[in-house]
C-alpha cells in the first residue's frame, strides 16, 4: 500500500467535497479497494470513508419500494430487506461473513465487477440508483465490466428497488472465488418481466431480451425452452468456457423462474 | 473401555492450547533486536534474457541498507539437489546451477532477480519496484511433451535439452512387459493427467538470518520441516559453514504438506546478508509470493497400460509418464516420479512384469517437489484407474477384479524392488464393504435419479510407502542423504523426561503422541514428558518430518533411547535394592524384584543417577540420558480400501460428495484422535485434487491460478463427513512399535475413488465416459456428458 490520506465525513455534502481532491476515491467496506491497494494496483491520494454518514446507511420500506443506503453493509440488506426476499437472499449470500458484514450496496455497484451479485438484482428489478447528484436507472447505469454511468467523484447514495411480484436469483458458483460464475436475477414487475444476468458476459451484466420476451408470454421455465444466448460473447476461462457459461444462463433462468413461482 | 493414557488413548493434543489460543510461537512472531527487512524482486515474465539491472534509483532511497544481485553471490554455490537419478542408459540427470538470484536468464514467473534490504519492509518493496530490469523476453517452455521435442527453446541453455532423464525401471524387464502386453487377451489403456498443485499451508514460509559477529555464529529462523537437512544442504553446498557454526530452528510451523521440506533459496540469502549487512534480516512470504516460489505439487503425463489374461489375472503393467520439474531441480524433485513413485506401482496386486519410463522435464514454471505422497498418489492414482477402466471393459465387478488379484502372502517381494513386510488388503476391502452398505447403492442410486441427479458409486485401493527410509537403499538410489532418525531422552533428576527427537512437527501432534508411547513404557504420566524438536542446537542430528515417517522412524529412535534409559535405570534400581540386575521389573513407574515386595520408584532412581551417593559409580556414570539414531530396515507399507459416492447435476455438471469411506491398515495406532485427523486432512487434499485444485499456466508462462480467486482450496462445506476406520491392522513387523504410518494416506487414497464415482454416475446417465481429469470442475463433467 502506498501513502494515502484518509477523511470521515459525516454528511454527504462534506463527503462529495472531500473527493474534490485529486486521485480521491469514496471508501464503501474496502472488501475490493483495500484489496487492491494492497497489491498496489491502486494508488488513491486520499481515501474518503462514507462509513459514517447516518443518512446513507439503513434499509426502509415505502410503498412497494425497498429503499437503501449507498453504505448499507450487504449483512445489513440481507436482515433488513425482508420485503423483497430474492433481494435479501442475494445479499445474504455474498461472499463470506466478515465481507457481508463490511461490504457496501454502493461499493459493489459502483465497482460494478462482471461477477458481483448485485448488478444482476439492480439490472432486473429496474432499480433506480441515486447519486449525490441525480437518479440513474440501472438499465442506464452499468456500462460493461467496471464501468458505470458515475461520474469523477460522484456518490451513490442509495438505491431504490421496486419490489417485483416474484422473483428469485440463482447463483452459480466459481468454485475458487465463490463470486458468480454465472448468476441470472428473473424479476416479474407489472411492468412486464426482467432477467439480468452476470458473470457470464465479456460485456459485463446484460438483460436477456429474448428470455424476457418468451416470459412475458408465459411466466414457466417451459418457456425458455430452445432459447439460448449466444455464446461468443461469453467469458471464457479456466472455470468455464464461453459454451459452458451459455449453457449456464438457459439453465439458471430456468430455475430462477420455477423457484420465483 | 477405550484406554485413557498411554499408546491407544487419544488424549487431546497439548499443542493445541498454544495454537488456539494465539499463543503459539511461529517463525514470523520472532523479531530480532535492529532487524532489517528483505524483498525480493521477483521475475514476471518465464523467461527472458537479463540484459541490466540498475538500482541506482532504489539505492537512493532513504531507509534501504543494501541491494544484491546475482554479482554478489559470484563466491557462492547453488541451491543443492539432494537426489541423482541414473537414466535408463546408466548417465547421471542433467543437473542445472540453481542460483540464489537470477543469473544471465530468469526462468521462471516469481524467480528471483534482486533483493532490497531496508529498515522496513514497505522502503523495501517501494525500493524494489524502481528497481530498472531490462529483459529481452524469450519464448517460454510451458508444455512438457513439447518441452522434449527437438528445436524447442532450452530453458538451460548449457543443458542438451530440456530433458533432466529418462528413467526405465525396471529396466531389465523392459522386453518381457513388452512381450506380456503383446500376447495379453485383454490391454486396457488409459490417459491421464494428475494435476499440478499448490501446497497452500496456512503459514507462508519466512525465513530470519542473524549473525553473530564476535562468535562468527551464525542462525537461521525457517519455517522448515526439518532444520537439520537445512542446516546441511546450506552449510555444506551454499554458503560453505560448518554446522558447528551454523544454527537452524525452525520454530512452530504452520502446516507443510512437503513444500516445507526443501532448501530454498530466501533461506540462503537471509543467511549470507545477515553477515554482508551485520544485522538480523527477515523475509516474510505474502501470500501472492507462496503462490509463485513455494515449490508446486504433482504434475504427471502419464499413458498407462494394463494386461490381463483371459482369467482377468493381472500380467503386466507398462507406463509412459512425462513428470514436471520447473525451471530447477528442487531438493529432492528427481525422486518423486521415479523412487517414491515407480517402487509402488505394483499397488496391492500380484502383477509379476512392470515397466515404468518416467521423462523429467525442465519448463518455465515453478520448481515441483514433493507435496502430501509425493509420487506415491500418482502411482495409486494410475493404478486404480486403469483398474476401474479395464473392469468396465471385461463387464466385471470392480470390486471382484481387484480381490482376485490382491497380494495375499507376506513378505511379498513385488517387481520394482520393494518387499511389503505385512498386509492384508481383503480384510480392509472386508471392512470397507461393512461399511459401505454396497448393497443398498441401487436404493440410493434411485432416489439420487428422482431429485434429478445422477450418482456414482467408486472403490479404489492403495498401498503406500512410508516411513522413509533404510539409509543404505536410498543411498544406492542415489539420496545424498541418510534417512535415519534420531532421539535423545533425557530423565532429570526429579524423574520428568525431556525428549530431543529430530521429527519435526507442523501440525502432526508429536508432542501429545510420542509422549504416549515413553508414558506406555515407564508407566508415568504423560505430563511428565515434554518433547523437543525444531533447533539443531539442541536436538542431536536428525532428519525432520515428511513421508509420514515421524512415528515409524522417529518414534523407533525415542523407543531405543527410552530402552536404553529403562536398561540403565534397572541397574540402578538394582544397585538401591541390592538385587541382580536380570530379577528387577518395571511397571507403572515402580522398579520392583521379581517374587518379592520389595520396590523403589521411578523418582528414586532418577535422583540416585544425578545425586549418586549410594550409587554404582564403578560400573555405571551417573546421569540418565540416552541417545539413539534408528535406521529402518524397510519402509513401511500402509494400505487401505476407499470408497466414494457421488451426485452430479447433469444440467451443470456439480459434482457433490455425499460419502467418503476409508478403511486404513496403519499398523498399531498411537493415539487413534490424532489419526482420525491426520486421514481427514488427507481427505480433504485429496478430494481437493480431485474436485478443485489445479494449477494453471498460460502458454506464456505466467500463472494464471496466482491467488484463491482462481486456485480453487477445499472449504468445509465442499466436503462430507467422513466415514473412516483403522480397525484393520497388520503390525510393521521391522519396527518396534509396529507402527506404520498415516499422514499421507487420505490424500493417496481417495483420488482414484472420487474420479472412479464420477466416472460411474456419467455412466449411468448411458455416456460412455472413460475418463474426465482431476480437477472435476463443473464445466470439466458437464462437457463430458455432453460431449
Ligand atoms: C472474499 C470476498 C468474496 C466476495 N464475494 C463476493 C460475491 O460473492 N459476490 C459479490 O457480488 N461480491 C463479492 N465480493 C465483493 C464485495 O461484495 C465487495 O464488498 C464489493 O464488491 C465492494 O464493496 P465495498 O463496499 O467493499 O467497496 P470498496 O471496496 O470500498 O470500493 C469499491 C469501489 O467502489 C467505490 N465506492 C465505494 N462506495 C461507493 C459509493 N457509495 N458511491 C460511489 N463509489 C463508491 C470505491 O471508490 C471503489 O472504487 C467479495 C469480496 C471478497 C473480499
Redesign the pocket.
Same mark, same amino acid.
Given at each position: 500500500m502506498y501513502e494515502f490520506e484518509f477523511e470521515q465525513p459525516s454528511s454527504v455534502a462534506d463527503a462529495v467535497a472531500a473527493l474534490k481532491a485529486e486521485d480521491a =476515491? #469514496? !471508501?464503501?467496506?474496502?472488501?475490493? %479497494? !483495500?484489496?487492491?491497494m494492497k497489491q498496489r494496483l #491502486?494508488a @488513491?491520494s486520499k %481515501?474518503v470513508s =462514507?462509513s459514517g454518514i447516518g443518512e446513507?446507511k439503513g434499509v426502509s420500506n415505502d410503498g412497494g419500494a425497498v429503499s437503501i443506503g449507498?453504505?448499507t453493509? $450487504?449483512a445489513a440488506v440481507a436482515a433488513g430487506a425482508g420485503a423483497y426476499p430474492a433481494l435479501a437472499d442475494m445479499a445474504g $449470500? /455474498?461472499? +463470506?461473513p466478515?465481507? *457481508?458484514n *463490511?461490504?457496501? /450496496?454502493?461499493?459493489? %455497484?459502483?465497482?460494478n465487477?462482471p461477477?458481483? +451479485?448485485? @448488478?444482476a438484482a439492480a439490472l432486473a428489478s429496474g432499480a433506480t440508483i441515486v447519486?449525490n447528484a441525480r437518479e440513474i436507472a440501472a438499465d442506464d447505469f452499468f456500462q460493461g465490466m467496471f464501468t458505470t454511468a !458515475?461520474d469523477e467523484g460522484? /456518490? /451513490?447514495?442509495g438505491v431504490r428497488f421496486p419490489v417485483p411480484e416474484a422473483a428469485n436469483y440463482q447463483?452459480f %458458483?466459481q468454485p475458487a472465488? *465463490?463470486?458468480?460464475l454465472v448468476g441470472v436475477f428473473v424479476a416479474k414487475t407489472g411492468d412486464g418481466v426482467r432477467v439480468a444476468v452476470?458473470g457470464a458476459s465479456e460485456e459485463g451484466v446484460f438483460r436477456w431480451s429474448e428470455a424476457e420476451a418468451a416470459l412475458n408470454g408465459t411466466f414457466s421455465a417451459g418457456a425458455l425452452e430452445g432459447l439460448s444466448v449466444d455464446a461468443d460473447s461469453m467469458i471464457g476461462d479456466m472455470h468455464g468456457s464461453k459454451a459452458y457459461r451459455a449453457h449456464l444462463v438457459g439453465v439458471l433462468t430456468k430455475r430462477a423462474v420455477a423457484a420465483a413461482g | 473401555m477405550p484406554k485413557d493414557h498411554g499408546i491407544g488413548a487419544s488424549p487431546k493434543r497439548r499443542e493445541d492450547v498454544r495454537f488456539l489460543t494465539g499463543n503459539g510461537n511461529y517463525t514470523d512472531d520472532i523479531n530480532m533486536n535492529g532487524q532489517a527487512y528483505v524483498h525480493f524482486l521477483r521475475s514476471d515474465v518465464a523467461h527472458g534474457t537479463i540484459n541490466s539491472i540498475d538500482t541506482a534509483a532504489a539505492a537512493a532511497i532513504p531507509g534501504v541498507v543494501k541491494i544484491f544481485t546475482s554479482v554478489d553471490f559470484e563466491a557462492v554455490g547453488g541451491v543443492p539437489c539432494g537426489w541423482e537419478i541414473t537414466d535408463r542408459h546408466g548417465n547421471a540427470m542433467q543437473e542445472p546451477k540453481h542460483p540464489i538470484l537470477a543469473e544471465g536468464k530468469v526462468r521462471y514467473v516469481g524467480e528471483m532477480i534482486a533483493a532490497v534490504i531496508a529498515e522496513t519492509a514497505e522502503i523495501a518493496r517501494d525500493a524494489a519496484e524502481v528497481i530498472e530490469v531490462d529483459i529481452s523476453d524469450l519464448p517460454a517452455v510451458v508444455n512438457m511433451k513439447a518441452a522434449v521435442v527437438d528445436g524447442s527453446p532450452k530453458v538451460h541453455d548449457d543443458l542438451t535439452s530440456n530433458l533432466c532423464y529418462d528413467w526405465g525401471f525396471v529396466e531389465e524387464n523392459r522386453d518381457a512387459v513388452d512381450a506380456a502386453i503383446k500376447g495379453a487377451a485383454h490391454v486396457t489403456t488409459l490417459e491421464l493427467v494428475n494435476n499440478r498443485l499448490i501446497a497452500n499451508p496456512m503459514e507462508p514460509r519466512v525465513c530470519i538470518g542473524d549473525y553473530d559477529r564476535p562468535a562468527g555464529d551464525h542462525t537461521l529462523y525457517t519455517t522448515s520441516q526439518n532444520p537439520h537437512v537445512i542446516r546441511l544442504l546450506m552449510g555444506a553446498f551454499v554458503l560453505g559453514i560448518p554446522e558447528h557454526k551454523l544454527r537452524v530452528v525452525s520454530p512452530d510451523v504452520g502446516g507443510g504438506f512437503g513444500t516445507k521440506i526443501f532448501h530454498y533459496a530466501e533461506e540462503a540469502f537471509c543467511t549470507f546478508a545477515a553477515k554482508a549487512c551485520n544485522r538480523p534480516v527477515k523475509w516474510t512470504s505474502s501470500r501472492s509470493e507462496a503462490f509463485m516460489s513455494d515449490a508446486h505439487g504433482r504434475d504427471h503425463v502419464t499413458k498407462i497400460e494394463l494386461a490381463l489374461d483371459a482369467d482377468n489375472n493381472f500380467v503386466a503393467v507398462r507406463t509412459d509418464t512425462h513428470a514436471n520439474m520447473g525451471a530447477y531441480l528442487s531438493t529432492f524433485a528427481p525422486s518423486v516420479p521415479t523412487w517414491l513413485h515407480g517402487t509402488l506401482m505394483a499397488g496391492n496386486y500380484k502383477t509379476p512384469l512392470i515397466y515404468i519410463n518416467v521423462k523429467a522435464v525442465f519448463t518455465n514454471t515453478v520448481p515441483v517437489d514433493a507435496y502430501r505422497g509425493a509420487g506415491r498418489p500418482e502411482a495409486s492414482f494410475q493404478l486404480e484407474r486403469v483398474i476401474d477402466k479395464a473392469a468396465h471393459e471385461l463387464g466385471v465387478d470392480p470390486i471382484a477384479l481387484r480381490r482376485q488379484n490382491f497380494i495375499t502372502e507376506f513378505p511379498y517381494a513385488t517387481p520394482v524392488a520393494v518387499e511389503y513386510d505385512t498386509g492384508d488388503y481383503h480384510a480392509t476391502m472386508d471392512k470397507l464393504e461393512e461399511m459401505a452398505d454396497f448393497a443398498g447403492f441401487d436404493a440410493r442410486r434411485a432416489e439420487s435419479e428422482k431429485n434429478g441427479k445422477l450418482r456414482g458409486l467408486g472403490v479404489n485401493c492403495y498401498i503406500e510407502a512410508c516411513g522413509i527410509a533404510p539409509s543404505n537403499l536410498v543411498g544406492q538410489l542415489g539420496a545424498r542423504a541418510g534417512l535415519y532418525e534420531s532421539a535423545t531422552v533425557r530423565v532429570n533428576a526429579t524423574g520428568g523426561l525431556v525428549v530431543m527427537t529430530g521429527s519435526h512437527s507442523h501440525g502432526q501432534g508429536h508432542e501429545t503422541a510420542f509422549p504416549q508411547v515413553i508414558a506406555e513404557m515407564i508407566g508415568i504420566d504423560e505430563s511428565m514428558i515434554e518433547i523437543v524438536h525444531g533447533d539443531t542446537s539442541t536436538v542431536p542430528m536428525g532428519m525432520g518430518t515428511y513421508g509420514s515417517r515421524s512415528l515409524a522412524v522417529g518414534g523407533s529412535a525415542m523407543v531405543r533411547a527410552t530402552e536404553k534409559i529403562i536398561n540403565k535405570a534397572k541397574k540402578i534400581a538394582a544397585h538401591l535394592m541390592e538385587a541382580s540386575d536380570a530379577d528387577i521389573e518395571l511397571k507403572d513407574g515402580t522398579f520392583s524384584i521379581a517374587g518379592t515386595d520389595k520396590s523403589v520408584a521411578w523418582g528414586d532412581v532418577t535422583l540416585a543417577a544425578y545425586v549418586p551417593h549410594n550409587y554404582p559409580l564403578e560400573d555405571i556414570e551417573p546421569g540418565l540420558e540416552e541417545t539413539a539414531f534408528y535406521d529402518p530396515a524397510n519402509f513401511t507399507y500402509p494400505s487401505g480400501a476407499y470408497a466414494c459416492e457421488v451426485e452430479v447435476d447433469p444440467d451443470t455438471g456439480k459434482v457433490t460428495i455425499q460419502r467418503m469411506i476409508a478403511a486404513d491398515d496403519f499398523g498399531n495406532i498411537v493415539n487413534p484422535m490424532i489419526v482420525d485427523g491426520q486421514v481427514h486432512g488427507g481427505l480433504a487434499q485429496g478430494i481437493g485434487q480431485a474436485l478443485l485444485e489445479g494449477c494453471v499456466y498460460d502458454d506464456d508462462g505466467q500463472l494464471l491460478s496466482g491467488s484463491?480467486m482462481d486456485y480453487a482450496m477445499p472449504r468445509a462445506d465442499d466436503l462430507p463427513f467422513y466415514e473412516v476406520d483403522h480397525s484393520c491392522q497388520t503390525p510393521c513387523t521391522h519396527n518396534p512399535l509396529g507402527v506404520k504410518g498415516c499422514g499421507e494416506a487420505g490424500a493417496i487414497g481417495s483420488p482414484p475413488s472420487v474420479v472412479n464415482a464420477v466416472v460411474n454416475a456419467l455412466r449411468s446417465a448411458g455416456k460412455d465416459v472413460t475418463h474426465v481429469d482431476m480437477p472435476l470442475s463443473p464445466n470439466r463433467v458437464w462437457e463430458a456428458l455432453n460431449g
Open positions: =476515491l #469514496a !471508501l464503501g467496506g474496502g472488501q475490493t %479497494l !483495500l484489496a487492491t #491502486a @488513491p %481515501l =462514507l446513507m449507498g453504505a453493509t $450487504h $449470500h /455474498i461472499g +463470506d466478515a465481507v *457481508r *463490511r461490504g457496501t /450496496i454502493g461499493g459493489s %455497484l459502483a465497482n465487477d461477477s458481483a +451479485d448485485y @448488478p447519486t !458515475l460522484e /456518490i /451513490i447514495t447463483k %458458483l472465488s *465463490r463470486f458468480a452476470t | 484463491y
